[in-house]
T-cell receptor, first 116, second 112 residues
Framework: NAGVMQNPRHLVRRRGQEARLRCSPV?????VYWYRQLPEEGLKFMVY????????ESGMPKERFSAEFPKEGPSILRIQQVVRGDSAAYFC??????????????FGEGSRLTVL | KQEVTQIPAALSVPEGENLVLNCSFT??????LQWFRQDPGKGLTSLLL?????REQTSGRLNASLDKSSGRSTLYIAASQPGDSATYLC???????????FGKGTKLTVNP
């Protein structure tokens, strides 16, 4: 039983480049969440997606950030024109069709982005 | 707006001691509360999930309680071991949404 799989685990980008982070949820889970953990900060919600739908993106920065969860394949968090302040650990989580309100949230190991 | 606070930020205890980690939340109308463990450079491991209708959950040496009226949850760790050293996070939903609001965690060190 594979858990939430994230890749890459570590990513280094120069300012202005693009970063793409991938997340495959637990098999059978249709709800995906992205969280960001800045150094010395707690985890902050970014976006909640179901297959082919963005349900809540209220935690996403207004520019440069986007997320998708296509019908086939992993969820993608995309950061365009990265800046140093984007350096953080990005965690993906998934839950069963009942959603987080009724079930546990399972997290991946995270993708650590470093912007030079 | 849900706010989650964890005190203390760090805790150091000798091996074998029983300990309690505290978590407080501002919105008592919660669906559930979840405790996680995070090791350095790693992801989050779910420890216990307490539904709003429950008062406590137990798993091995861990026991988590929930008191909605006072806006508090505690994680009790019995007979602590060096392997328990990690950061412990509690999280609760933001209102009726799917957003999970996290505390900043308690960094636990268990000394041999």
């Amino acid at each position: 039983n594979a858990g939430v799989m994230q890749n890459p685990r570590h990513l280094v980008r120069r300012r202005g480049q693009e970063a793409r982070l991938r997340c495959s949820p637990v098999k059978g889970h249709s709800h995906v969440y992205w969280y960001r953990q800045l150094p010395e900060e707690g985890l902050k919600f970014m976006v909640y997606l179901q297959k082919e739908n963005i349900i809540d993106e209220s935690g996403m920065p207004k520019e440069r950030f986007s997320a998708e969860f296509p019908k086939e394949g992993p969820s993608i968090l995309r950061i365009q024109q990265v800046v140093r302040g984007d350096s953080a650990a990005y965690f993906c989580a998934s839950s069963s069709p009942g959603g987080r309100n009724t079930g546990e949230l399972f997290f991946g190991e995270g993708s650590r982005l470093t912007v030079l | 707006k849900q706010e989650v606070t964890q005190i203390p930020a760090a805790l150091s205890v000798p091996e074998g001691e029983n300990l309690v980690l505290n978590c407080s939340f501002t919105d008592s109308a919660i669906y559930n509360l979840q405790w996680f463990r995070q090791d350095p450079g790693k992801g989050l491991t779910s420890l216990l999930l307490i539904q709003s209708s429950q008062r406590e959950q137990t798993s091995g040496r861990l026991n988590a309680s929930l008191d909605k009226s006072s806006g508090r949850s505690t994680l009790y760790i019995a007979a602590s071991q060096p392997g328990d050293s990690a950061t412990y996070l509690c999280a609760s939903p933001q209102g009726g949404s799917e957003k999970l609001v996290f505390g900043k965690g308690t960094k636990l060190t268990v000394n041999p």
